[in-house]
T-cell receptor
Framework: GENVEQHPSTLSVQEGDSAVIKCTYS??????FPWYKQELGKRPQLIID?????GEKKDQRIAVTLNKTAKHFSLHITETQPEDSAVYFC???????????FGTGTLLAVQP | DAGITQSPRHKVTETGTPVTLRCHQT?????MYWYRQDPGHGLRLIHY???????DKGEVSDGYSVSRSKTEDFLLTLESATSSQTSVYFC???????????FGSGTRLTVV
């Protein structure tokens, strides 16, 4: 089955700097790669996703890149702000059942 | 509530007792999922459903069973709770398209 690895587990940046979180997946059949943000005590919420027919997608300060050959995808946050502080999860999946396998999460701390 | 509610929100139970968690949706989505969240492990898929009476195992299904007798309800049962099942349990629905998964608010289960 699918296996998703996520790095780093913790990331601390200064406000205004960029942050990059990387994930690798194992199942070449996976075709959907979302990213979720989870604030303390809250539910995970979708922030951006990308499908296998696209190499990059951007939404304001957030972008995701996908390299299907290497089976890895990354989340890029530019001009970080304190409210970006949270745990971020990548996931891979899709297919007939749409099930997603998640990475282990990255705790991002943006220092003011 | 984003169309999905979980109950109870918190529960403390004793080792060896059966426990049932409920996930209820109001939007008639076909796919529903149960995940558990533990520090260092991220979100791990327990079971999922792709229709009424159609369910399948996820990554960590041992000790858990599920049922879906109606589209709107997906029940997770711990047949005989153990301390290793102390966790936060999230239900999710797949809303498709640009919405992706929507998670419930979670159930914090403590097995003593």
């Amino acid at each position: 089955g699918e296996n998703v690895e996520q790095h780093p587990s913790t990331l601390s940046v200064q406000e205004g700097d960029s942050a990059v979180i990387k994930c690798t997946y194992s199942d070449s059949a996976s075709n959907y790669f979302p990213w979720y943000k989870q604030e303390l005590g809250k539910r995970p919420q979708l922030i951006i996703d990308i499908r296998s027919n696209v190499g990059e997608k951007k939404d304001q300060r957030i972008a995701v890149t996908l390299n299907k050959t290497a089976k890895h995808f990354s989340l890029h946050i530019t001009e970080t702000q304190p409210e970006d502080s949270a745990v971020y999860f990548c996931a891979a999946g899709g297919g007939a059942t749409n099930k997603l396998i998640f990475g282990t999460g990255t705790l991002l701390a943006v220092q003011p | 509530d984003a169309g999905i509610t979980q109950s109870p929100r918190h529960k403390v139970t004793e080792t060896g007792t059966p426990v049932t968690l409920r996930c209820h949706q109001t939007e008639n989505h076909r796919y529903m999922y149960w995940y558990r969240q533990d520090p260092g492990h991220g979100l791990r898929l327990i079971h999922y459903s792709y229709g009424v009476k159609d369910t399948d195992k996820g990554e960590v299904s041992d000790g858990y069973s599920v049922s879906r007798s109606k589209t709107e309800d997906f029940l997770l049962t711990l047949e005989s709770a153990t301390s290793s099942q102390t966790s936060v349990y999230f239900c999710a629905i797949d809303r498709g398209g640009r919405y992706g998964y929507t998670f419930g608010s979670g159930t914090r289960l403590t097995v003593v």
